[in-house]
């Protein structure tokens, strides 16, 4: 098994610019994650999801869009980067909440 | 808001030395998770406790959980130059995914 697959592993934006963020697993788990990492201030919930087709909103959820469509993948896009948006981004995935969630290896953004 | 918040924020110790870290949280849980996290790395699961479980033990790793003051500790024994990582811990409250504090970065001098 792959695991949790995460790419680009790195990006440079401009500002306003758009882009997808790709994560995608392979272990047939249900629950999906998207956090970001800022130097301090440990990892902030941004979207989440309990399987195909069901995505809430997590603690900074704007200026971020998801979707899911299938239970492999968990695409997270950027709408109009703003430099407050530059950090490192990771994507988890878990079989079910009574299990530890397994990471990707993260995707750091820099908006300029 | 964080719902985790770890003490101290960083610990520096000898090889060989235990190393303990705390977590305390605000609200009701259905478990606890402690994960590692190597620089520049992606989070590492280490043991989960739930809520109804006040101790756990998973190698030269012991967990407990006090629901009552909304706390958790992680020790290390035995430390090793290579357990040198930040580590988080996280809630699980059954309204969203994990909520994670801000870490403990710890440093084992060899």
């Known amino acids: 098994n792959a695991g949790v697959t995460q790419t680009p592993k790195f990006q440079v934006l401009k500002t306003g610019q758009s882009m997808t963020l790709q994560c995608a697993q392979d272990?047939?788990?249900?629950?999906m994650s998207w956090y970001r990492q800022d130097p301090g201030m440990g990892l902030r919930l941004i979207h989440y999801?309990?399987?195909?087709?069901?995505?809430d909103q997590g603690e900074v959820p704007n200026g971020y869009n998801v979707s899911r469509s299938t239970t492999e993948d968990f695409p997270l896009r950027l709408l109009s980067a703003a430099p407050s948006q530059t950090s490192v981004y990771f994507c988890?995935?878990?079989?079910?909440?009574?299990?530890?969630?397994?990471f990707g290896s993260g995707t750091r953004l820099t908006v300029v | 808001s964080q719902q985790g918040e770890e003490d101290p924020q960083a610990l520096s110790i000898q090889e060989g030395e235990n190393a303990t870290m705390n977590c305390s949280y605000k609200?009701?849980?259905?478990?606890l998770q402690w994960y590692r996290q190597n620089s520049g790395r992606g989070l590492v699961h280490l043991i989960l406790?739930?809520?109804?479980?006040r101790e756990k033990h998973s190698g030269r790793l012991r967990v407990t959980l006090d629901t009552s003051k909304k706390s958790s500790s992680l020790l290390i024994t035995a430390s090793r130059a290579a357990d040198t990582a930040s580590y988080f811990c996280?809630?699980?409250?059954?309204?969203?995914?994990?909520?994670f504090g801000s870490g403990t970065r710890l440093q084992v001098q060899p």
């Open positions: 988890a995935s878990s079989r079910d909440r009574v299990y530890g969630y397994t």
């Open positions: 272990m047939n788990h249900e629950y």
């Open positions: 999801s309990v399987g195909a087709g069901i995505t």
């Open positions: 609200t009701s849980i259905n478990n």
């Open positions: 406790i739930r809520s109804n479980e």
């Open positions: 996280a809630t699980d409250t059954g309204r969203r995914a994990l909520t």
